[in-house]
């Protein structure tokens, strides 16, 4: 999982006004799904896209644990934070 690009799709999911952001390409597509595995945000496949290997992907609305996910990245000190934990 790229979670830079992961926090990236999430807080612009979570800025728009509806909470839904259409992503394009095949790594952000990748990652919508990884996105909606992990529970962070609903996610769906426009009608017709490949499911295994999508190129785009629709993240529909940040869930409270993708605001959590979120909420980590808000508090965090150095470069990356998690759990007490710094890596830099």
Known sequence: MNVDLVETLLYEAAAQPDGTLE??????????KFIGAAG?????????????????????????????????????????HHGGLTAY
């Open 23 to 32: 992503v394009e390409g095949p790594e952000a597509a990748r990652e919508t």
């Open 40 to 80: 962070l945000a609903e996610v769906s496949l426009p009608e017709g896209e490949d499911v295994i290997t999508p190129t785009r992907a629709i993240i529909k609305r940040v869930t409270a644990a993708g605001r959590k996910f979120l909420n980590v990245f808000n508090d965090e000190p150095g470069p990356m």
